[in-house]
T-cell receptor, first 112, second 111 residues
Framework: SQTIHQWPATLVQPVGSPLSLECTVEGTSNPNLYWYRQAAGRGLQLLFYSVGIGQISSEVPQNLSASRPQDRQFILSSKKLLLSDSGFYLC???????????FGSGTRLTVV | QKEVEQNSGPLSVPEGAIASLNCTYSDRGSQSFFWYRQYSGKSPELIMFIYSNGDKEDGRFTAQLNKASQYVSLLIRDSQPSDSATYLCAVNEDSNYQLIWGAGTKLIIKP
């Protein structure tokens, strides 16, 4: 069976500090991978998606970036965090050609 | 721009009653429809999905599609307090990897 791992679960970072969130998928190959952000009481905002190694599409211009160094690894990064980067970050995967998503457990980021 | 709209709620339903959640979508080309449940502080989990060719029932949950009016419904029978959560509707085109998400409806089941 397929599983998705996302860490850390909670993170408190000062403004201006760097960020690295990691997500890995097990039990499948060549998945579509996604990073979403959910502000408190709000809907899901797609940040990045990837259909293959090194292929990243950005949906929202901002100070975040994403990378996919391996088939089942997706990383969200920032060089300098802003207060507005606070939120619940969710990684998700889906099969190529299929459309249902499975989410990781999420990372709650608070920038102080 | 493709949109999915949901009433934010909260929708309050007595325990044991039927909870009815709706979402409307703008793109007539949409082919698959998803309902996710999200408990407070947790990530969304898929509970139902249907394709444009028909409705689906799974236990206490039924998903129904009205293509002419472009809305999809989720019915929860015999509602339980554990059903209290935010329900997210998402819509997809076969040609597109991405889901278009509604903002969610908060459902409260009162004991």
């Amino acid at each position: 069976s397929q599983t998705i791992h996302q860490w850390p679960a909670t993170l408190v970072q000062p403004v201006g500090s760097p960020l690295s969130l990691e997500c890995t998928v097990e039990g499948t190959s060549n998945p579509n991978l996604y990073w979403y952000r959910q502000a408190a009481g709000r809907g899901l905002q797609l940040l990045f998606y990837s259909v293959g190694i090194g292929q990243i599409s950005s949906e929202v211009p901002q100070n975040l970036s994403a990378s996919r160094p391996q088939d089942r690894q997706f990383i969200l990064s920032s060089k300098k965090l802003l207060l507005s980067d606070s939120g619940f970050y969710l990684c998700a995967w889906s099969r190529q050609g299929a459309s249902g998503y499975t989410f990781g457990s999420g990372t709650r980021l608070t920038v102080v | 721009q493709k949109e999915v709209e949901q009433n934010s709620g909260p929708l309050s339903v007595p325990e044991g009653a039927i909870a009815s959640l709706n979402c409307t979508y703008s793109d007539r080309g949409s082919q698959s429809f998803f309902w996710y449940r999200q408990y407070s502080g947790k990530s969304p989990e898929l509970i139902m999905f249907i394709y444009s060719n028909g409705d689906k029932e799974d236990g206490r949950f039924t998903a129904q599609l009205n293509k002419a009016s472009q809305y999809v419904s989720l019915l929860i029978r015999d509602s339980q307090p554990s059903d209290s959560a935010t329900y997210l509707c998402a819509v997809n085109e076969d040609s597109n990897y991405q889901l278009i998400w509604g903002a969610g409806t908060k459902l409260i089941i009162k004991p």
